[in-house]
């Protein structure tokens, strides 16, 4: 018998992948989570039926989310993540030497645990010393630190549920808050080919908090459309004139210092959509 998984990408379109062995599949009281092992993908976590990451894909998310920023600002020591419980970002943040600390704040104990337990490629970096877990809703948390991050990343699952609040114009004055005064967030804001009206409100509402606003685009071929966007907002530095000096044993499979810079070169779709 043949079993596929079926995402529905949007009402009348899905992308379904082969699966070899379910590993986990538990209601957890904030979603339903299952790891399961798939023929072109390799293992993937899968929360309410949306693919969150892969084995075989992990790299473009992880590595755009983290080095745009951290590339970016020019002595980060303190980072934030908020979700990102599969410890993919964290794995890429503690690449860079200069940070002391990186907090992931994940809502979803059982995320954690899973991914630990069947995703160790890319959640190993959460037992590093440097890393510090904290299991609670990112909204509290940001909303009760403030002045302390260099960067914050908000690597959460699509705008609904939990992670409603972790879009729009509130939340990013928090973020802002939350920064020290040269800071820089970053936030996965889905993608503008099938959720233009998500791309554009998210850019707009950081663009009337912070003094630089960017989009930035990678192709992740799980997320819907292949096409995904990322907004950065920055106090003080701005992410597209940077010169990126990449030392060369950082491991990298997608991030560049030259795609650094190209990266926020925006097809003319996508800039009619954020102007
Ligand atoms: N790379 C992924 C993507 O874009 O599909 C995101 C992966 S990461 C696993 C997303 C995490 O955000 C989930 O584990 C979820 O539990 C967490 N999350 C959702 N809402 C949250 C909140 N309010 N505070 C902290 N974490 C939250």
Redesign the pocket.
Known sequence: MELWLKEGQIEDAVMTYKIKETLVRRMTP??DLAIVDTYAFGRM?V?DG????TIKD?YV??EM?THIPLFTHPNPKKVLV?????G??IREILKHPSVEKAVL????GC??EE?KKHLPEISYALDNPRCEVFV????K?VHEHKNEFDVIIV????PF???E??FGGSFYKEIFDCLTEDGIFVA?TETPFYLPDVVKKVYKDAKAVFPITKLFMAAIPT?PSGY?SFTIGSKKYDPESVKVDLPEDMKLKYYTAKLHNACFTLPKFIEDIIR
């Open positions: 904030y979603q976590l929360l949306i693919v969150q990451t992990e998310y992880h989310i908020v979700g990102g419980g599969d993919g970002a704040c994940e809502i979803d995320v954690i991914c609670g809703d990112g909204i948390y690597d959460s699952t699509d549920g939990a992670a609040g972790l996965q997320y995904w």
